[in-house]
């Protein structure tokens, strides 16, 4: 791949990436929304691979596949199980409806691309242009953690911020050190199936996953 | 023999889990656990002889790294550990008599149990700030199906938030020390490098300062939720009220610490890239928020497994006051503080723990004359209580003073004021709440029980307490440790 | 203004001419395209269709009919209808639709284009207030509604679009994607597509926000405005509401698929550029209605997500441009 279709490559990444994250903020369907973090994980493992190229950097292909493999394939996929045993399938009456959820998520990314402005200024590879793209799915994704009450948004608001976090790393430093993203990943991968199985216990002590619901414990 | 000192705690630990895993919970191996829980402490103390003697060293081409900071901390997690699992015993041995316990219950709880304390010692051990986010991650996995090892809707519900806010903090540190990679780099550190403490402090000055900012005041915040510091603390009573009482004195003792001490190696390299000035400000925030929450709900508690919890914050702010202040004898204090309070605080959540066993509620209210009905039990409760009040014999009385002198030498004279006023009023709320449960007459007029098997089984936690107050009244084992331990900030004037 | 252009900064004959011949292309084209339109859709639920003319021969119809004004109405009430058809035509003689050299130059902005389109609502919209009833008052809340949540979208995105030619000129965005195909397919160019999609859709009164064939007084938004109109005036109102939809179609091709239009005001030029314009039309305006078959209305109150949606769109494109490019 020659260095300026590695760009454009990196650039539509990118641009899926972000809209993907957005695009979980504005659907309901929970499985749509799963569908979007696999979209997402999937642009990430371009983004990688495009630097790898950029930066001839044979590793990142091998760390790009591995992303890929885990947040487009098995990470929704365990979300999904988890969403067919929980069996509600809608986030009915988010916290902050949907249209002013859209109008944050737009707020957030202009946020994001002023706090990357320090960022931006320390590489100078391609990738670090892209910085605010990392940094708004992390920002999408607290919102979505504090703004949806379903165990499985949050899920998926978690995912996002991670999803988020691993694209600064690649954007601004072609990735962390092997070791410590095999680590990174195997944590993600752990948090998940926790969450996955604290899903199914809370169907069962509860009767459903509204976080609303959990208010055994208080002072 | 370096290396193997380093990976020992480790893997020992790893190895007790996978022999549970294979072996199951049950009379011949219940002393297993305890048993690794004091190989650690005797590698805590060989480690600490070695590096005070000859200085840090490095093993497996960085990744691990001993220092006296790291050698101190282990001990203190064997110490712990020792009274947790020896308490472990008889906590599962209480629930199967409940008729809560079951044989994958208990393999499940032992297997956990040592796969946390391998994670936190991984933690202590690890040399790159990467490896250390991993391990501390781990903790969190590890310790969410403790925390729900109940499975009542109560517990479910603490192991949820415990694992959501705690992995959200510990991402937001991720994403700092992302940032605090790409900072390194950029200041020409190598791949390697560019996480090692060391390193970092070394290149301090090299680091660019907006970026830097920003990674530092995510890693603070990040390892702030898992130490139990304000904003992201909410989790920490539910997670300690509901996770089985040898756990929570784990995490309690030991894991809020382990955290901490990530922040105070994360200081060392701050201070040299950006002055004292921003971490300093960022812990005098924390602190006093803590202090703040902690002494506020504190006043109305009505569960005494929740008043030990919010203790536990109490004490998390006033380390980071402490830690604040930045100085040798502060440094000093805070690791006197680690050490006392890991103890005294396991010994109140195990002995709490058989207060819940044999009370059946954990409300406040409904637990009185506890004195009269089971003396052993409550006097080793009410000694941890006085421990972690800081009463004088007790080590957390020297480190308390040493604090807040510490705090008003630096300058910070009207925050640590505000600090031991919100003390004060955590203090006597719980003071009264603690009279409360042990004094006043017995409604049940129940009998003592033997009061020589009482003392028997109590002999892990009134040890721990004699060991408080012997490092209370005599530092002498630990003086040069903890001069060497504390991880001083080189001043930023001088480099 | 861009310093960078050539075309489109003066005022010739030639360009006058080019205006004049998209206008009567949009006047006689438009009710053909409704017509395409509903045939297609016909044809696609197995009806065999009224036909391609069809609406002009409603047109005709109507015209021939007296006119007739409700009771109590004012002028507003008359003159709206003629506001809106000569706004539409005015639009229809800026936008490069076969041309970049236009009669209209530096006037025809993208901006003056959105404000005219909305003086056309606006008055219509104020004519169905005049009528008194409770169903112009309705109709003319929603379609307000409607455009004031789709006007923020449109001003991002025209900054999106114009920030990388440094002009607001249509003439002159259209030329900058003509001379470098790598822009029309760029993240920004891609955003503000989608994002100028929904606008449209919302504008021209089409599913999903808006259904142009119902007279179900809950769901109507143009229709309930105009309820009161009759003979030659609906005839106007139709003929402007046809128009619209063409204009609107057109201002999304040029911007978007700017390919084939002339930079030239030669005939030939000309005359193979006109045939381009009404091709890709036709065929979004096909795509338009088979996408139409397979949509329901949304609810009144899911319109807002969808306008905030494209709002989000087109702060991405703005943010996009700068990010990325």
């Known amino acids: 791949m020659s260095g300026a279709a590695s760009v454009q490559v990196l650039d539509f990444a990118c641009g899926v990436f972000l809209l993907a994250g957005v695009g979980a903020l504005w659907r309901r369907a929970l499985s749509a929304v799963i569908g979007l973090l696999a979209v997402q994980g999937a642009a990430l493992a371009v983004v990688a691979a495009a630097l790898g190229a950029d930066e001839h950097h044979p590793e990142l292909y091998a760390v790009a596949a591995g992303v890929g493999v885990l947040r487009a394939g098995v990470l929704p996929g365990l979300a999904r199980r988890a969403l067919a045993a929980s069996g509600e399938d809608r986030e009915s009456e988010p916290l902050v409806n949907v249209a002013s959820s859209l109008l944050v998520a737009a707020a957030l990314v202009l946020l994001a691309y002023a706090v990357a402005q320090p960022l931006a200024r320390l590489e100078g590879s391609q990738g670090s242009r892209a910085l605010p793209v990392g940094l708004a799915s992390v920002l999408i994704g607290l919102f979505m953690l504090v703004a949806r009450r379903k165990a499985l948004s949050q899920v998926a608001g978690f995912l996002l911020l991670d999803n988020g976090i691993t694209a600064v790393a690649f954007l601004a430093a072609a990735g962390v050190p092997l070791l410590v993203e095999i680590g990174v990943s195997f944590d993600l991968l752990l948090v998940v199936l926790v969450l996955r199985v604290l899903t199914v216990r809370m169907q069962s002590a509860f009767g459903t996953t509204d976080l609303d619901d959990l208010r055994e414990l208080h002072d | 023999m370096n290396t193997l000192l380093l990976l020992a705690p480790i893997v020992v630990p790893a190895a007790a889990s996978g022999a549970y895993l294979v072996l199951g919970w049950r009379r011949s191996t219940a002393h297993l656990g305890t048993a690794s829980a004091a190989l650690i402490f005797v590698v805590g103390v060989m480690l600490a002889v070695r590096t005070v003697r000859d200085g840090g060293f490095d093993a497996l081409s960085g990744w691990l790294s001993g220092d006296p900071l790291a050698g101190f901390l282990l001990m203190v997690i064997g110490a712990v550990a020792v009274v947790a699992c020896a308490a472990s015993r008889g906590y599962l041995a209480g629930e199967r008599a409940d008729g809560h316990g079951d044989g994958p219950g208990e393999r499940r709880y032992a297997v956990l149990v040592q796969a946390f304390l391998a994670a936190m010692a991984c933690a202590v051990v690890a040399g790159n700030l990467g490896l250390i986010w991993v391990a501390i991650e781990a903790t969190t996995t590890v310790t969410a199906f403790l925390v729900g090892h109940k499975r009542s809707r109560a517990a479910v519900e603490a192991a949820w938030k415990y694992v959501v806010i705690c992995s959200v903090g510990i991402a937001l540190a991720l994403l700092g020390i992302v940032i605090l990679y790409a900072a390194a780099r950029h200041a020409g550190l190598s791949e390697a490098s560019a996480l090692d403490f060391d390193a970092l402090a070394g290149h301090a000055r090299r680091l660019d300062p907006a970026a830097t900012r920003m990674a530092i005041a995510l890693i603070v915040l990040g390892f702030g939720a898992k130490a139990g510091l304000a904003p992201l603390h909410s989790w920490l009573p539910d997670a300690h009220s509901q996770a089985p009482a040898p756990v929570s004195a784990l995490m309690s003792g030991v894991l809020l610490s382990v955290s901490f001490s990530v922040i105070l190696r994360t200081k060392q390299v701050a201070d040299a890239a950006l002055g004292a000035g921003f971490v300093r400000a960022l812990l005098l925030i924390a602190a006093l928020a803590t202090l703040t929450v902690a002494a506020l709900l504190l006043i109305g508690q009505r569960d005494f497994k929740r008043m030990l919890a919010y203790s536990s914050m109490e004490h998390m702010g006033l380390m980071a006051l402490g830690a604040a202040a930045g100085t040798p004898l502060a440094l000093s204090a805070v690791l006197l503080h680690i050490a006392g309070h890991g103890l005294g605080k396991a010994v109140a959540f195990c002995s709490s723990g058989q207060i819940l066993h044999a009370e059946h509620t954990s409300r406040i209210e409904d637990v009185t004359g506890l004195a009269a009905r089971a003396p052993v039990l409550a006097g080793t409760f009410g000694a941890a209580v006085l421990v972690l009040l800081g009463f004088p014999p007790f080590s957390l009385f020297a480190s308390e003073v040493g604090i807040a002198r510490a705090g008003f030498a630096a300058g910070l004279g009207w925050p640590t004021a505000a600090a031991f006023a919100l003390m004060l009023v955590a203090f006597a709320a719980i003071g009264a709440h603690t009279l409360r449960m042990l004094a006043g007459p017995d409604p049940l007029h129940g009998s003592a029980p033997g009061s020589g098997a009482a003392l028997r089984a109590q002999a892990p936690l009134i040890s721990a307490l004699l060991v408080v107050a012997v490092i209370g009244v005599a530092a002498w084992p630990l003086a040069h440790l903890l001069s060497a331990a504390a991880p001083v900030s080189i001043p930023w004037s001088t480099r | ?325």
Do not use: C
């Open chain 3, 1 to 325: 203004m861009s310093g960078t252009m050539v075309t489109g900064t003066t005022t010739t004959g030639a360009g006058i001419a080019v205006s004049v011949l998209q206008v009567a292309l949009t006047v006689v084209g438009a009710p053909l395209l409704v017509g395409m339109m509903r045939q297609v859709r016909a044809r696609m639920e197995g009806r065999a269709g009224a036909g391609v003319g069809q609406p002009w021969r409603d047109l005709r119809k109507l015209m021939r009919k007296k006119p007739l004004d409700p009771h109590g109405t004012g002028p507003v009430f008359r003159t709206a209808p003629l506001i809106q058809v000569a706004t539409t035509l005015m639009v229809a003689a800026a936008i490069p639709f076969v041309s970049v050299d236009t009669g209209v130059g530096e006037a025809a902005d993208l901006i003056a284009v959105v404000a005219l389109l909305t003086l056309g609502t606006a008055a219509l919209a104020l004519a169905g207030l005049d009528t008194g009833t409770a169903f112009g008052g309705m109709g003319a809340s929603r379609e307000m509604t409607i455009t004031a949540l789709a006007e923020p979208t449109v001003l991002m995105a025209a900054f999106a679009l114009s920030t990388r030619v440094g002009s607001t000129n249509l003439p002159a965005i259209v030329d900058a994607g003509l001379k470098d195909a790598g822009r029309v397919v760029s993240p920004v160019s891609v955003l503000a597509a989608f994002a100028l999609a929904a606008v449209v859709l919302a504008e021209a009164g089409r599913l999903p926000v808006d259904n142009p064939s119902t007279h179900l007084e809950l769901t109507m938004v143009h229709e309930a405005m105009v309820l009161e109109y009759s003979g030659p005036d609906l005839a106007l109102v139709e003929l402007a509401a046809a128009m619209r939809l063409s204009v609107l179609l057109g201002l999304w091709s040029a911007l978007f698929l700017p390919w084939g239009t002339a930079t030239s005001t030669g005939v030939l030029a000309v005359l193979g550029a006109t045939a381009l314009f009404v091709v890709k039309v036709g065929v979004l305006g096909a795509v338009l209605a088979a996408g139409e078959v397979f949509m329901a209305k949304l609810r009144l109150f899911r319109v807002p997500e969808l306008l905030a949606g494209s709002f989000l769109l087109a702060v991405l494109a703005v943010a996009a441009s700068f990010f990325l490019e």
